[in-house]
């Protein structure tokens, strides 16, 4: 955690530090002016001198531009190292910490170029739970290969954990997995050394879009598997030409459950041509359920 206790004023941090299980901590919610609120085993509270409360009114409140002084602490003062991701709404930190963005846009043409005045930042908090995605692990080997597979969740349900520990996994087994850390949140790469268990035979691609990392993998790494988090329409192209190919493909993608994801048209053409076999659906409620074939619908 020491990297979370580097971006927060101490105030905040001596808290959690004296009166919390910072294991359980996965969100810290910075807004100019208003409470300060975390998520803590899942549940959403106000950060209060006792630690965690309901009560808004005994929750510590950020200060005027404490949203700035996370942001200049995390790229060490030097906005313009982290100006690419900071127009994208993120600033990625070792430990696989990623920190959410808001702000107001400057735009040129249809494009944003920077983010200026900033008012809040979401400090997600990675959590390794090694075997957790154990069901789906055995739900996807098939005669000695690996099905193509995407995990349907709405955020915050630990979709980002569950491929994690997927990619260990089957990279463990002995598959060779080309794991694209668009983000970087999944491995956390320092000086290209993954900082979290992604297992002994994955080769990480960090901060590129989808279709440079697949274009890239399928050309020169010759990889088993790619495995990549939250898909996107303009992702599709990139998924089919890597199936056409002979090699799996493992994504993520935000929606309720399979239903939800098969009637958004932007995905229309994954589901036309069945590119994935297999499904795993997470909420909050139930937790993992894996599908196969037709069993999602």
Do not use: W
């Amino acid at each position: 955690m020491d990297e979370l206790f580097k971006l927060i004023p101490d105030r905040f941090a001596d808290i959690i530090v004296a009166r919390l299980n910072v294991s359980k901590l996965s969100e810290v919610r910075i807004r100019n002016r208003l409470p300060v609120r975390i998520c803590y085993g899942g549940v959403y509270y106000y950060l209060s001198v006792g630690g965690i409360s309901k009560d808004r009114q005994s929750a510590l409140v950020a200060g005027e531009k404490e949203a700035e002084g996370v942001i200049l602490r995390a790229c060490e003062h030097s906005l313009y190292t982290i100006a690419d991701t900071v127009k994208r709404g993120y600033i990625p930190v070792g430990g696989g910490i990623r920190v959410g963005v808001c702000g107001s846009s400057v735009v040129s043409g249809e494009k944003t170029v920077s983010v200026k005045d900033f008012s809040a930042v979401n400090i997600r908090i990675p959590h390794e739970v090694k075997g957790c995605a154990a069901p789906l692990y055995y739900s996807l080997i098939s005669n000695g290969g690996i099905n193509n597979a995407l995990i349907i969740s709405p955020p915050g349900c630990g979709k980002t954990t569950v491929l994690r520990d997927l990619c260990r996994l089957v990279s463990d087994s002995g598959k060779n997995v080309l794991l694209c850390d668009e983000k970087y949140e999944l491995a956390s790469c320092v000086d290209g050394v993954p900082t979290l268990d992604v297992g002994c035979n994955t080769d990480v691609v960090s901060g590129a879009d989808k279709p440079h990392a697949f274009t890239l993998g399928i050309a020169y790494m010759r990889p088993d598997v790619i495995m990549t988090d939250e898909l996107f329409p303009s992702d599709t192209g990139a998924v089919l030409t890597a199936i056409h190919s002979g090699i799996s493909v493992v994504s993520t993608v935000h929606a309720r459950d399979f239903r939800d994801f098969s009637i958004k048209p932007e995905f229309e053409r994954l589901v036309k041509t069945n590119a994935f076999s297999v499904f795993a659906v997470l909420d909050k409620s139930m937790g993992l359920k894996v599908y196969t074939g037709s069993e999602a619908a």
